[in-house]
């Protein structure tokens, strides 16, 4: 079984800053691309960012040069600062895994239990 644990979200003013975490923990053989992705009330959820074990990082228009996501393969865990923050980024905020577990050794993907952030004064 593979679980995540999501961390960091909050109620924040325009203009603030919050870092958000996601622990991967279970019998992980390898953990390929890890990410963020945020569902607005009444839309679809959309990509925030990815980032590959190697380190590649990929970002929506709409936060490119504000967030910036990064991990620790030591510690399976994903992390996504975001800076300078809009009432628009008001969503919650999914860690996503794709990964391979040892118990299947079959790649599939892992979603978190959310996150809730709040961009308002």
């Known amino acids: 079984q593979v679980q995540l644990v999501e961390s960091g979200g909050g109620l924040v003013k325009p203009g603030g800053s919050l870092r958000l975490s996601c622990a991967a923990s279970?019998?992980?053989?390898?953990?390929?691309?890890m990410g963020w992705y945020r569902q607005a009330p009444g839309k679809q959820r959309e990509l925030v960012a990815t980032?590959?074990?190697?380190?590649?990082?990929n970002y929506a228009d709409s936060v490119k040069g504000r967030f910036t996501i990064s991990r620790d393969n030591a510690e399976n865990t994903v992390y996504l600062q975001m800076n300078s923050l809009k009432p628009e980024d008001t969503a919650v905020y999914y860690c996503?895994?794709?990964?391979?577990?040892?118990?299947?050794?079959?790649?599939?993907?892992?979603w978190g239990q959310g996150t809730q952030v709040i961009v308002s004064s």
């Open positions: 996503n895994l794709d990964a391979m577990p040892v118990l299947t050794m079959l790649r599939q993907d892992y």
């Open positions: 279970g019998s992980i053989f390898t953990i390929y691309v």
């Open positions: 980032i590959t074990r190697g380190g590649t990082t």
